[in-house]
Structure formats: C-alpha cells, structure tokens
C-alpha cells in the first residue's frame, strides 16, 4: 500500500504570498491531520478532516485553512505569509477519526519564507 | 493549557545498552499514547503506542509502560543496535481525539558501535 504523499517536497515563498500543500492519504483513511513542525515549537496540531468536515483545530490564526475533498485528499493554505510560517508542514491519516486507529505520517513539504 | 514533557533531550548509548525516554502528560482526559521515531528528511514513523486500558505494551524489542495515576509513560529499547539513531518523539491525545496529538519535544538518540 502506498504512504501518505505530500505535495511538493520543498516550497520557497516570499513574505505576503500565500501557498496551498496538498496531501493524499493512505487509500482508504477517511481522516487527514495536519500538523506543523519546527525545531522551536516540535509538532503542533493544525487541524484534522474527516469525510470533507473540519472535526478539530489548533491553535493557529485564521491565515492557515484547509480542505478535505470527497477522495480524502486534502489541502491546506497559507495566505499572508511571514517569515515565522517557514516550516515542516506534516500531513497524516488514519482509517477513523477518534481513539481508534494509529496516524500515519507523510514526509512532509518543507516550505520556507523568505 | 494541555502539555507533554519529555526527558531527556540527548541520549547516547553504547551498541547493545538499554535506552528509556520518559514523558508526562498533564490532560487527565488523554486515553492514547503513541511514539513516533522520525528520522533525518522524514516524516515520524509510529513505532509502539499504548491506550489507558492497559499498563503496558511489547513489541520485540521496544517496550511502553503507562501509569496514568502518575501521568505518564516510557519508551524502553533494549539491545539498541546503530539503525535505532533517530528523534524519538511521545505523544497524548486531547481529550477523545486522535487526530489532535499533543507531542513531546523529542529526544535525540545516538546508538555508538
């Protein structure tokens, strides 16, 4: 079975712009997470998707949004870019939501603002 | 607001010793415990988790003990070999959540032959 794939690998933005990740699921996960990681902050939960609904947010402000499509798939943007938003940007799923099956994660789209 | 500490940050052991990692968590509410290993240019990879029901989980050579009266939950390896260098990173769930993992900070772990 083919892992989580995120799309692209690597992002370089300018400060004010904006950027769309996109991310496929394990086939057949309904659930797709979103989490940003830095090497101040470690992993933090942006949101989490299932069956095209937003079921959970972080802390994050309104600038990061995202979406989940009929298929699973799923994008998360970035509008208003600034220099802290340069990250690891990770996506994960599982089969359900809830306590009941493991996450698992893509490698990730690197995306840097400068 | 909900927290999860991890100790310690570096950890270097010899080829063939035991390595623990130890977290706590501080959401009475939190029922799931994963451990991810992530290595260089990859995304954390779930190694062993562990759910409040039980006190502990093996799997050959990793190990995860839960004592949810005292919040929290360790990593055991034993017989670490060179491949088990990596960040190690706990976490817990909030509330009934799966999806929302509160991390650690991750330990680093270096293996020497």
């Known amino acids: 079975k083919a892992g989580v794939t995120q799309t692209p690998r690597y992002l370089i933005k300018t400060r004010g712009q904006q950027v769309t990740l996109s991310c496929s699921p394990i086939s057949g996960h309904r659930s797709v997470s979103w989490y940003q990681q830095t090497p101040g902050q470690g992993l933090q939960f942006l949101f989490e998707y299932f069956s095209e609904t937003q079921r959970n947010k972080g802390n994050f402000p309104g600038r990061f949004s995202g979406r989940q499509f009929s298929n699973s798939r799923s994008e998360m943007n970035v509008s208003t870019l600034e220099l802290g938003d340069s990250a690891l940007y990770l996506c994960?799923?599982?089969?359900?939501?809830?306590?009941?099956?493991?996450?698992?994660f893509g490698n990730g789209t690197r995306l840097t603002v400068t | 607001g909900e927290n999860v500490e991890q100790h310690p940050s570096t950890l270097s052991v010899q080829e063939g010793d035991s390595a623990v990692i130890k977290c706590t968590y501080s959401d009475s509410a939190s029922n799931y415990f994963p451990w991810y290993k992530q290595e260089l240019g990859k995304g954390p990879q779930l190694i062993i988790d562990i759910r409040s029901n039980v006190g502990e989980k093996k799997d050959q050579r990793i190990a995860v003990t839960l004592n949810k009266t005292a919040k929290h939950f360790s990593l055991h390896i034993t017989e670490t070999q060179p491949e088990d260098s990596a960040v190690y990173f706990c976490?817990?769930?909030?509330?009934?959540?799966?999806?929302?993992?509160?991390f650690g900070k991750g330990t680093k772990l270096s293996v020497k032959p």
């Open positions: 976490a817990a769930s909030i509330g009934g959540s799966q999806g929302n993992l509160i």
């Open positions: 994960a799923s599982s089969p359900q939501t809830g306590v009941r099956s493991p996450l698992h």
